[in-house]
């Protein structure tokens, strides 16, 4: 049962174009938000995060948008570089919880010349 | 820092052997994770500890996995006896301060495990 779920596996975007990268959660208890960057052969590293108290967070390139009625969030990166060609990980916690984050799994953003 | 160090990189072995995975988490973090990463179900947490201290191991698939963590700076996941369907990416991760306030994970770089 995923809690946490990423319905696209890849996606490919030209450079200098915005990349949207969804994802959608069905535990009404996770209340914080988290996107994660795994490049191959190296670990997932942390990208940005949201709280459920707000609906967006910016960072540079990237912008987290969180919708909590239809339990889903988006990932935009504007413009897309080469270097964003990456697996991305949507993350979720319910406050309180010490259970570890809960992931997608997954979507492979290619990024094209 | 030299950040979460997992070993070996690679492993592959027979089936029916044992496998003993390494973690040395960041120095300070009282939180360290054990994760596998398989296509079918992405990234899936096995066990994690607080203070040397196994908090919830409910996500260990089998009792031929197990766990420890004798110090603060040295953890192991040990699969015995070994299946095919265990082929997997096993990352061990960690963080400092409780969970519900810092959900920020930091993560080594895996150890591809190969059963065949």
């Known amino acids: 049962d995923q809690q946490v779920k990423q319905n696209s596996p890849s996606l490919s975007v030209q450079e200098g174009r915005i990349s949207i990268l969804n994802c959608d959660y069905t535990?009404?208890?996770?209340?914080?938000f988290l996107w994660y960057k795994k490049y191959p052969a190296e670990g997932p590293t942390f990208l940005i995060s949201?709280?459920?108290?707000?609906d967006k967070n910016e960072d540079g390139r990237f912008t987290v948008f969180l919708n909590k009625s239809a339990k889903h969030l988006s990932l935009h990166i504007v413009p897309s570089q080469p270097g964003d060609s990456a697996v991305y990980f949507c993350?979720?916690?319910?406050?309180?919880?010490?259970?570890?984050?809960?992931f997608g799994k997954g979507t492979h953003l290619i990024i094209q010349p | 820092d030299a950040g979460v160090i997992q070993s070996p990189r690679h492993e592959v072995t027979e089936m029916g052997q044992e496998v003993t995975l390494r973690c040395k988490p960041i120095?300070?973090?009282?939180?360290l994770f054990w994760y596998r990463q398989t296509m079918m179900r992405g990234l899936e947490l096995l066990i994690y500890?607080?203070?040397?201290?196994?908090?919830?191991d409910s996500g260990m698939p089998e009792d031929r996995f197990s766990a420890k963590m004798p110090n603060a700076s040295f953890s192991t996941l040990k699969i015995q006896p070994s299946e095919p369907r265990d082929s997997a990416v096993y990352f061990c991760?960690?963080?400092?301060?409780?969970?519900?306030?810092?959900?920020?994970?930091?993560f080594g770089s895996g150890t591809q495990l190969s059963v065949l």
């Open positions: 500890f607080n203070n040397n201290v196994p908090i919830d």
């Open positions: 991760a960690s963080t400092w301060g409780r969970i519900a306030t810092n959900e920020k994970l930091f």
């Open positions: 535990n009404s208890m996770f209340d914080y």
């Open positions: 993350a979720a916690s319910a406050r309180g919880g010490a259970d570890g984050l809960t």
């Open positions: 120095s300070g973090h009282d939180y």
């Open positions: 949201i709280s459920s108290i707000k």
